[in-house]
């Protein structure tokens, strides 16, 4: 079982804030980190993040136990554009060029112009995935907003007015989608890129169904009839799309529904697929071991050679000293070469990341960003006197640390984005969102058993009783973010999180 509890978060730049972590299943908790693009002449920005991984000594976590090649293949990187902003009334005007809508009418018309190529079919099948991406990121931002509205106001005329008129937004969004389908029904484009449309037009006939009933579910008892009638039309308008295009996507009483749940996901997965960049993996150390080596064999064999001249010529070949001496120049020999690898092998550790990745954007063709990762135990001392007031901030006893005490190892990340590439091919995307997958499986490999039972007296039945207790471990992990531009300590920002294993 897992859990979370960030209970410690210093503010920060926008990019922190907005940034999160989440349970994702059994063994696998999610954190999500967001770059933005500052706004500077530099062509590069980087941003140096840090995590301290504070782990219980009783499980057996150490150098030898866990490799940093283990910590790699237990982490699972995952890079994407952040969902371009735009409101419904955004999507729906005729005059906004960077609408989604507007482009894939645009090409739409230049296809039935004779006009086809493969840029304008690219287009196309990526403006339509971005559509649905935004209507999904709009429509849960400003039903959210409302929400929260909801729950702090005692007065609702001003917030229904809004959201009257909020809806009249989606119902212009939902004629716009008709006429989308017209286009696509009647333009000559391969059926791949219809099936695209398909595909995205269900989502987004979920997603505005979805809200729309959270919402209607949430004011039910407090809204006038007009709204609730408006908001009723706009749910039975996209059940009735859905039934009529045979949509995989119904919800069906009295059945399991194994079909929504497995199609939802994969229509999620399609449409947000648009956001995702590619990552290419590069191995650094690799050619630094290999020149390091082989500079360890040319000095091994140099001073072999050299020590031959020097002391075998003072020896009688074949006798017994001459034997003697060669022996110990060959043991010599071998151990500088090791010598000098596992020197080799240490600054490399130091100075070299464990690996670098490069960002590709794939519909381009262009790298936009790089990141560089490292892993490594640190001694307690080792440890910034910041991280450690942080981590120690939570102990409700002076003893509690020495009561549990906690091997410490460190993920470096540096996260680079190239601000002239990315301004240069997008309008609308800029910033990035990294997933980061962590699986806690292998810290558990030495964990006592989950369930332990204890002998209670109970006095009301007067007898001895069985009393399962949950066995539970606390991992206390400390971000730590800053930018290329931010040099002071001051200018460091902090989060604390805390995962129940």
């Not at 120049?329 to 092998?345: E, G, H, P, T």
């Not at 690996?355 to 954007?361: M, P």
């Not at 007031?389 to 640390?401: F, G, H, Q, T, V």
């Not at 990294?434 to 039972?453: G, H, S, T």
Request: charged share 30%.
């Amino acid at each position: 079982m897992l859990g979370l509890d960030d209970y410690y978060k210093q503010s920060g730049p926008d990019e922190w804030t907005e940034s999160s972590m989440e349970r994702h299943d059994l063994f696998n908790f999610e954190a999500k980190v967001d770059y933005n693009l500052e706004d500077t002449t530099d062509k590069k920005t980087k941003y140096y993040l840090d995590t301290f991984f504070f782990i219980p000594r009783s499980l057996q976590i150490n150098q030898q136990s866990y490799s940093s090649d283990q910590f790699f293949a237990d982490l699972n990187d995952r890079i994407r554009f952040k969902t371009p902003q735009m409101s419904v009334m955004g999507l729906v005007d005729d005059q906004n060029d960077l609408s989604p809508i507007q482009t894939v009418l645009r090409n739409l018309r230049a296809i039935e112009q004779g006009k086809i190529s493969d840029e304008l079919k690219s287009n196309i099948n990526r403006e339509t995935r971005l559509l649905a991406c935004i209507c999904k990121t709009t429509l849960r931002d400003q039903f959210n907003y409302f929400f929260h509205q909801f729950y702090n106001q005692n007065q609702y005329v001003s917030l229904f007015n809004a959201v009257y008129e909020y809806l009249s937004r989606i119902e212009e969004l939902q004629e716009k989608m008709v006429k989308l389908r017209k286009s696509f029904m009647t333009a000559h484009i391969p059926e791949q890129l219809r099936e695209t449309f398909n595909f995205s037009d269900d989502y987004i006939s979920l997603q505005i169904e979805s809200w729309v009933t959270k919402a209607l579910k949430l004011f039910l008892s407090k809204i006038e009839p007009k709204v609730k009638k408006k908001m009723v039309q706009i749910i039975e308008r996209e059940q009735d799309h859905r039934k009529q295009i045979k949509s995989q996507l119904i919800i069906k009483k009295e059945k399991q529904n194994e079909s929504f749940s497995y199609w939802e996901s994969i229509l999620k997965k399609f449409v947000q697929g648009v956001l995702y960049l590619t990552e290419k993996q590069n191995d650094p150390r690799s050619s630094a071991l290999e020149m390091f080596y082989s500079v360890a064999a040319g000095l091994a064999m140099f001073m072999s050679l050299f020590l031959g001249f020097l002391l075998l010529s003072n020896f009688e070949e074949n006798s017994i000293p001459f034997i003697l001496v060669a022996i110990v120049i060959y043991m010599l020999k071998d151990r500088i070469k090791d010598n000098v690898k596992a020197i080799s092998k240490k600054a490399v550790g130091v100075l070299i990341p464990d690996r670098k990745v490069d960002i590709i954007d794939s519909y381009n063709d262009r790298q936009i960003g790089d990141y560089r990762e490292s892993m490594h135990f640190l001694k307690m001392k080792e440890v910034p006197p910041e991280v450690k007031k942080i981590r120690e901030a939570s102990n409700k006893s002076i003893i509690e640390s020495k009561g549990k005490p906690e091997k410490v190892f460190l993920y470096k990340k540096v996260f680079t984005l190239y601000n002239d590439e990315i301004g240069e091919i997008h309008t609308r995307h800029g910033n990035i969102a990294n997933i980061m997958r962590f699986n806690v499986k292998e810290l558990l490999r030495y964990a006592d058993d989950p369930i332990q039972f204890e002998s209670v007296w109970n006095p009301v039945t007067q007898e001895i009783e069985q009393v399962s207790i949950a066995k539970v471990y606390h991992l206390n992990l400390i971000f730590r973010l800053r930018t290329s531009t931010a040099k002071n300590q001051e200018n460091r920002f902090y989060k604390k999180v805390r995962v129940v294993i």
